[in-house]
């Protein structure tokens, strides 16, 4: 009996030590695995705070881009309005001075013609273009908008305005334009009755800040352009790339031409006919609108 209640006290103080060892083991488990949770929970810590400050120092520096945009972009808007304002001022001192460079024929036309022509600006270009009904449709050049992502006009007032592109056709250079509102425009004249010798103004406006009116008279007319379908005036009235989408006028005051370009080093300029342009107006017009405008 003595023996039997030794051998299970034995058991009893082995089992007191196995279960001693497995309490053992399973804390020190517990204390690597906090102790590692404990690192990674700083190492993320760690992270966070160093992600954080580079948030926080690309933050500073896009708020100062920002901040300097916008200075920027508030001294153009200030320097563009003072523009403006010196350009209404100055309009009538400048059709006065394009009366005075001109010769008598024009003398009556230019400041009625000048109301109907405007400034092109565009992220790639500039160029000029006239109205051609009261209602705010305006023909320039196609490759005055070419790679355009956005357009604004000027007008002879100084006034910005907003424009939707109705069409256009690459291979004659026409453009159909619309702003919203109602202005004075140019009328056509059939270029079927243009002859030789008649005199000429070429209308440009292009900064939307001073007039470009240059004199001329037709040199030749149906010319044609290698490469080019219609048919062109060809005139010696000097143009530059700011005429580029301004009318060729006649002394009657209307449009025989749009000026499209000149010969390198001659003074030589060519404008698409007057037929054609109000044609390709109409064609494009048809399409888009469903009727003719000329």
């Known amino acids: 009996m003595a023996q039997q209640n030794q051998q299970s006290h034995k058991s009893l103080i082995i089992l007191i030590i196995i279960l001693f060892i497995i309490q053992a083991g399973l804390s020190t488990y517990f204390v690597i695995r906090i102790q590692e949770v404990h690192t990674y929970i700083s190492e993320a810590e760690k992270e ?64 009625t013609s000048i109301k109907s022509v405007i400034s092109i600006r565009t992220n ?73 010798g008649e005199k000429v103004i070429a209308i440009g406006n292009p900064l939307g800040l001073s007039f470009s009116v240059t004199e001329g008279i037709v040199s030749a007319t149906q010319r044609e352009v290698e490469g080019l379908p219609g048919r062109y005036i060809q005139t010696d009235a000097a143009l530059n790339p700011g005429n580029s989408g301004g009318p060729l006028i006649n002394t009657q005051g209307k449009v025989i031409g749009i000026n499209n370009f000149k010969v390198a080093g001659d003074n030589i300029g060519f404008s698409l006919e007057s037929n054609y342009i109000v044609e390709e107006v109409n064609s494009i017009a048809v399409e888009t609108l469903n009727h003719i405008l000329l």
């Open 124 to 196: 790639v270009a500039q160029g000029t273009g006239f109205f051609i009904t009261n209602d705010g449709y305006v023909v320039t050049n196609a490759h005055v908008l070419e790679g355009a992502r956005f357009a604004t006009a000027i007008t002879s007032d100084g006034d910005q305005k907003a424009m939707n592109l109705i069409g256009f056709d690459l291979d004659l250079d026409i453009a159909l334009l619309k702003i919203d509102g109602t202005f004075d425009y140019l009328e056509f004249e059939d270029s079927d009755d243009i002859k030789v």
């Open 48 to 111: 966070i705070d160093i992600k954080i400050q580079n948030l926080d120092s690309k933050l500073d520096t896009t708020t100062a881009e920002i901040q300097n945009n916008i200075n920027e972009l508030s001294n153009t808007l200030i320097e563009t309005q003072n523009t403006l304002l010196e350009t209404k001022s100055d309009l009538k001192d400048q059709i006065n001075s394009l009366k005075a460079e001109t010769s008598s024929d024009f003398s009556g036309i230019i400041e």
